[in-house]
């Protein structure tokens, strides 16, 4: 092969196919006199690409309409409507004839625009700064004639390996996801949105790479290596060959694993451990079913929301979590209120913020929005209806939240009942333990609560000060330091102590090594990815209790994450574990 980009793997599985770059940012444009005999032409040439861009936004309103539904589509009306603004294009005009290029006139108003709406009092007109970010970078691409960079050229059944800055949501939506094969990111980690939403759609991908974008020039052929975090650029056909072999072990693997989907979740000392799936979008619910995981563990609603410019109505929200609910039949299914802000979703209409992380998120944005609210707990009480649901608040430090959403919950049941429609009262209320404050502090909700989950990708991030989308930082995000394995295990005596339900969702509990860490610490519940459900069933499967409570005391005991990993690798070849898992 011509040379190796090394990244952080983030959802396993094989894919060779063409790189296709995407830049979607905002390019650099020159400042380009022209002359007057130029001006005329020069217009036709702004109609052209606006015409152009009108074309593309059509094909991808239809798309989402037929994937999504008319109203996720509507973004791409509104955008296309800017680019029809007669205020706009006479500006832009005004600015060609007096001598600029277009795609320098067009760059200056629509910074001009985008200050004005950034500053508007409505939010409505705030939510429209994305768009125009998105219209704008669609036009120059076109004016400046920018090839591969347009997610609407990436054609079905072009397999291609997707390798962009960092995939936000307004690319996500735009992106025909049958025509891709992986995904490999400069931006990004295991814990970061990207890495989850790959993992759910069950795409091979790596984060993390930093330049690719840089050092790629697109329509190189490469291999992807979900699981090592290795993109092969220009392989030989020796190359390719090995990866397919290797793709069909894993395949085999795949489904040497799945005969554990049917096999009792218990360690050889006859412990109960009990697997559930994280599902992060409702497609997934019937696959995720069949994986052999004991219900849903913790289900992501925010991604309900992804790049739409409105949330989902009550219906809609009731029908996505009534979906879930059905798959898994009368199990448990534990589903998260709105956590949106900060590194998930920027929602439209909301002013950007210094420390997103820090920031109004989450369960603080919820109950600051009671409106808002409302509409996801009546769902979520309709959809009890159907099976077993309990609803847990992310982020949560103090039980005062608690008592809040609890009374909302209380009035989303009497708004409901004055409806004369059917919902069931009596939900679990639980809550995510992910911050130290709620894991110091976890007897402080026990009276509230009915069971705790444990959010380990933001309980190592706000331990540690470790931003968890940040590459540069991969490294120092040690979620065996001994800091964040005392809090959990504080969070699961506390819980032990008062009879309470603990699990673990983050993603800690998807990786081997690390659930024979949790199941030593005393956790008998874990929820993990669906691809993990066997892996970690295979290790419960393995290992005594005994056994991991030695490797975790002594991984307890040592003052390094790295002295950590150490004695629970040495637990897990002392239970027959050879090969690194
Ligand atoms: C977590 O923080 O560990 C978690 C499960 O939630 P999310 O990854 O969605 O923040
Ligand atoms: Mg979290």
Redesign the pocket.
């Known amino acids: 092969m011509e040379r190796k980009l090394v990244g952080i793997p983030a959802s396993p599985g094989i894919a060779v196919g063409p790189v296709h770059l995407l830049r979607w940012e905002i390019p650099e444009v020159r400042h380009r006199i022209i002359p007057d005999d130029a001006v005329d032409g020069e217009i036709r040439r702004l109609h052209d690409a606006f015409d152009r861009a009108k074309v593309r936004l059509r094909q991808i309103r239809d798309r989402v309409e037929q994937r999504a539904g008319a109203q996720e589509a509507a973004i791409f009306d509104v955008q296309r409507s800017i680019l029809e603004d007669a205020e706009l294009i006479s500006a832009v005009e005004a600015l060609i004839r007096q001598n600029l290029g277009a795609e320098k006139a067009f760059e200056i108003v629509m910074l001009e625009w985008s200050q004005k709406f950034s500053r508007a009092a409505h939010p409505m007109l705030r939510e429209r700064v994305g768009d125009l970010k998105d219209v704008e970078i669609r036009v120059l691409t076109l004016l400046l004639n920018l090839p591969d960079h347009d997610p609407v050229d990436v054609m079905k059944g072009a397999n291609a390996i997707i390798v962009t800055h960092d995939l936000t949501p307004s690319l996500t939506v735009q992106l025909d996801r049958q025509a891709i094969a992986a995904i490999a990111t400069d931006a990004g980690t295991r ?1 970061s949105h990207v890495a ?1 939403l790959a993992r759910s759609l069950g795409l091979p991908a790596i984060v993390g790479l930093r330049n690719a974008t840089e050092e790629l020039r697109g329509h190189e052929t490469a291999i992807l290596d979900g699981s090592t975090g290795l993109l092969a650029i220009n392989p030989t056909h020796r190359d390719i060959e090995s990866y397919r072999e290797r793709a069909r072990q894993e395949a085999l693997a795949e489904v040497e694993l799945k005969h554990l989907s049917s096999l009792e979740s218990v360690t050889t000392d006859g412990v109960r451990i009990t697997l559930r799936a ?1 599902v992060d979008l409702p497609e997934e619910a019937e696959l995720a079913a069949t994986s052999g995981a004991e219900g849903v563990g ?1 289900m ?1 609603t925010e991604f309900l929301v992804v790049g739409r410019a409105s949330m989902p109505d009550e219906e809609e929200q009731y029908r996505a979590y009534r979906r879930v609910v059905q798959a898994f039949g009368g199990r448990p299914v534990v589903i998260r209120t709105f ?1 949106v802000g900060g590194d ?1 979703l920027p929602v439209g209409g909301y002013a950007t913020e210094a420390n997103p992380f820090l920031g109004w998120r989450a369960i603080r944005m919820c109950l600051d929005q009671p409106e808002l609210f409302g509409v996801q707990l009546r769902a979520l009480l309709r959809a009890a209806v159907h099976g077993d649901v309990r609803v847990m608040l ?1 982020l949560v430090v103090t039980v005062d939240e608690v008592r809040s959403a609890r009374a909302l919950l209380d009035e989303a049941a009497r708004t409901l009942e004055s409806r004369g429609e059917q919902f069931r009262r009596d939900v679990p209320l639980g809550v ?1 333990i ?1 911050t130290p404050a709620a894991a110091v502090a976890a007897d402080s909700f026990v009276r509230d609560v009915n069971f705790f989950s444990i ?5 190592v991030q706000y331990t540690l000060a470790v931003d968890r989308g940040n590459a540069n930082l991969a490294t120092r995000f040690t979620p065996l330091h001994p800091a964040v394995l005392r809090l959990i295990r504080r969070t699961v005596d506390t819980a032990i102590e008062h009879n309470l339900e603990v699990a673990v ?3 800690m509990a998807s990786q081997p090594l690390m659930a024979f860490a949790l199941i030593g610490l005393g956790v008998r519940q874990l929820s993990v990815a669906p691809r993990s459900v066997p892996l970690v069933k295979r290790i419960v499967r393995g290992i005594s209790v005994a056994v991991a409570e030695e490797a975790a005391g002594a991984a307890l005991a040592v003052d390094t994450a790295a002295a950590s990993e150490a004695e629970l690798r040495r637990g897990l070849a002392a239970a027959g574990f050879v090969e690194n898992v």
């Open positions: 814990t989850i994280n913790l992501r956590d998930k992310p995510m992910e959010g380990t990708n933001d309980l969702c983050g993603e």
